[in-house]
């Protein structure tokens, strides 16, 4: 155990750094940020610490406070840049829904235009999600039509439709996964397990898609081909 928890450690620890460079690319002040979020968090936590009486025990406290905070800090900012990173290639979409965690079922590319407009189906215990992204007045026409393939199939179970893009009445390639998370669970496992099984005869337009690489947000991997 002893050996295996050494040789795992090396692979965080270089991910970690991986994942520091990338986030530097687009977030050059990242170093200075993390720095400063752990000096001032320790020093106010030493400060009240010496008004206390107690400088070491909150020396202590200060310096696990300071790492958890720049941590968190570091996470947000790595997460920003690597949306930022998605935002708007081919593919950016899928990219989210891929990971969005255990429980779903991702389909991508089960719609496209000539123009390369795409729509990609996932399943889960909220129903069917339909995540269209491209020019959103084409995008639109392929939701309605994908969602009338699926209402076909599958009459009795929520189907749920997003435009991925900045603009109103769109949803941020950012808020995807979280979106998706806070849905309401109206299905079973057993029922979810009945609905993708369905679905499968639809298939998909384009297996091979491709999807963008870079970092991915934390807790987030790189998908892997289905």
């Known amino acids: 155990m002893a050996r295996k928890e050494t040789s795992e450690n090396p692979g965080r620890l270089a991910q970690i750094a991986q994942t520091y460079k990338m986030t530097r690319q687009a977030d050059s002040k990242i170093g200075l940020v993390i720095a400063a979020v752990g000096i001032v968090t320790f020093g106010v936590i030493l400060a009240l610490g010496f008004l206390i009486d107690h400088p070491i025990w909150a020396g202590i406290l200060g310096f696990l406070l ?121 299905l079973s496992g057993p029922k979810t397990t009945e609905v993708n099984d369905r679905l499968k005869a639809l298939g998909d337009l384009m297996s091979n898609m491709p999807i963008p690489k870079g970092p991915m947000p934390k807790g987030m991997r790189m998908p892997k081909g289905r």
């Open 66 to 186: 300071a790492l958890l905070a720049m941590a968190v800090v570091f996470g947000r900012r790595a997460e920003r840049a690597a949306f930022g990173q998605l935002e708007g290639k081919p593919g950016a979409a899928a990219a989210v829904l891929q990971n969005v965690g255990r429980g779903w079922t991702v389909t991508p590319a089960v719609g496209m235009n000539k123009s390369q407009d795409v729509v990609h189906r996932a399943v889960g215990k909220a129903g069917v999600v339909l995540v269209g992204e491209g020019n959103p007045n084409r995008v639109k026409g392929l939701l309605a039509n994908e969602k009338k393939k699926v209402s076909r199939v599958v009459y009795d179970v929520p189907v749920h439709d997003f435009i991925v893009g900045n603009g109103e009445g769109e949803l941020p390639l950012k808020k995807l996964r979280t979106t998706l998370l806070r849905l309401p669970r109206t």
